[in-house]
DNA sequence: GCTTACGGTAAGTCATGACTTACGCAACTG
DNA sequence: CAGTTGCGTAAGTCATGACTTACCGTAAGC
């Protein structure tokens, strides 16, 4: 329901199967509800459900168009999750670089 | 338990908070189990199990050193999730960008 | 006005997974 | 060779979330 971080509610809306394959068929474009179901394997209130978790996430962007709504990736929206995984990868090469380095010390104390 | 793409894997595994906390301490280098579960609010099994679903998603390197066993952050292990991202990022600022343009079309037909 | 498409919400079912305690096994330590 | 430490695994409980059908608004079309 209500995440600690927007990283929390980002990574769990892109864990799942069924709102990465929404995500896919809305690379090219918006679309509606209706034409997003047609193309998935489940019912459309469960689209409509995982629309909402992607929204809250802030992973899309919603356009009221007369009777229908669309449905966009929000430009913007995995930011965060990027700058998360850069620091996290940045941080892992630097306690792998120094790791080696005491371990290269160990094994040859002195030059 | 096994999952379509390594991506799924380690979305998973990066969407519980428990295991990002596990990574958090394993940022600044590697831990054995028994420190590593020293810090976090849940049992030492607890730690095990997330410890094995972070290295099944390929996110861990395991070194068993005498009696124990260093965990630390593989590096190279979100590569896979980065790049999953660029391309989501890259696709959707192009179609935002052809969806604004086609706007822009309609508004204003000829210039 | 009435009817039909579109889509969100309610309520209920069922599987999954995060956690616990209890146990087993390997490796240091006296 | 005991006893202890470190850690993985088994078994069971409980909460969460993904899905279904049924229902209710709202906008368009006749």
Avoid: K
């Avoid at 356009?63 to 929000?74: E, H, S």
């Amino acid at each position: 329901m209500t995440y600690a971080t927007a990283i929390e509610a980002q990574l769990t809306a892109l864990a799942d199967p069924t709102r990465r394959a929404i995500l896919d068929r809305l690379r090219d474009g918006p679309l509606p509800v209706c034409d997003l179901a047609a193309g998935l394997p489940v019912s459309r209130p469960a689209v409509s459900q995982h629309l909402r978790v992607l929204s809250d996430a802030g992973l899309l962007l919603v356009t009221p168009l007369g009777n229908r709504r669309l449905y966009a990736i929000a430009p913007g929206g995995v930011q965060e999750l990027r700058a998360y995984l850069d620091r996290l990868w940045d941080d892992a090469l630097a306690a792998f670089a120094s790791a080696a380095r005491q371990a290269a010390q160990q094994q040859m104390p002195r030059e």
